[in-house]
């Protein structure tokens, strides 16, 4: 098994965390479905300026391309859709600390749609997972600016996540990690595109916010992504999916000190709960 490449760890979870930050700088002036058409187009446009994004290791066959396009639907099309949405009721700290639920879903996702076989240990770490969960979303559900729905909609696209990290791995392993993250992109572009017209014609011109979508794409689509599907490929997709254990803390400091979040006690506990259930589900070998 190959050790975990701490530099691509940390450079994913700095940036994807934050990405909350920065998509709720977009939602000042831009209307969701423009944060989100942006941030996977400058992702595209960046990885499509890198050469070893032209050219797999090797060819696609048709059914190739649409397993790559459903990756670009449950990597990038579907989640980065839910995430600007949620933020109009949900904080970016915590829409960042549900996020640390990213291992607990890969490992459920593996277990029951892709067969991967698991352990008592992780299925405990699950159950201790869905408990740290809990202690977030539920009196986030309940307080001043936030709702319910926002909630659902972050744990839907976190779910989405872990079908992503177990089809990744097998992809990037064969054609790449570049090439396969660009060409998924072009999939959640095409496929973003309707619901980003109409946000651009509901949205108002800033600066802040176009800036802010465009270091979200370059760097939130673009070298995060990256990132983690060249971890997938070494590590597997449970062992990647620990990348989610600084998200929330990068989330939850950005938060609080550029956007004046305020931060629960039991918020505080359902992360670090979160966290050990993720740990303990990435504590054996990796898949």
Request: some cysteine.
């Amino acid at each position: 098994m190959e050790p975990l490449d701490f530099g691509l760890l940390a450079a994913a979870a700095g940036i994807w965390g934050s990405s909350f930050l920065f998509t709720a700088i977009g939602l000042d002036d831009f209307h969701p479905g423009l944060v989100t058409l942006l941030r996977i187009g400058f992702g595209l446009v960046a990885l499509w300026l890198m050469p070893s994004a032209r050219h797999t290791q090797a060819p696609l066959s048709p059914a190739d391309r649409k397993r790559i396009g459903v990756l670009g639907v449950v990597w990038m099309a579907f989640p980065l859709t839910m995430f600007p949405i949620a933020q109009q009721w949900v904080d970016s700290s915590i829409a960042g600390m549900l996020n640390a639920a990213m291992p607990i879903a890969t490992v459920i996702v593996a277990a029951t749609v892709f067969g991967v076989a698991t352990t008592g240990t992780k299925l405990f770490g699950v159950a201790v997972g869905l408990v740290g969960i809990a202690l977030i979303a539920i009196p986030t559900a309940q307080i001043a600016n936030t709702n319910a729905v926002g909630v659902l909609l972050v744990l839907a696209a976190v779910i989405a996540y872990g079908f992503a990290a177990n089809l990744a791995g097998p992809l990037q392993q064969e054609f790449g990690a570049i090439p396969v993250v660009a060409r998924a992109l072009v999939a959640a572009f095409v496929l973003s595109l309707p619901y980003g017209i109409y946000g651009l014609i509901e949205s108002a011109f800033a600066w802040d916010s176009l800036v802010a979508c465009i270091a979200l794409g370059a760097g939130g689509t673009g070298i995060a992504y990256v990132c983690a599907a060249m971890l997938s490929g070494r590590v597997g997709a449970v062992r990647m999916s620990i990348v989610t254990y600084l998200i929330p803390i990068v989330s939850a400091v950005l938060g609080v000190v550029f956007r004046d979040e305020s931060i629960g006690v039991l918020a505080i506990v359902g992360t670090a709960v979160v966290l050990l259930g993720a740990a303990l589900t990435t504590r054996n070998r990796a898949t």
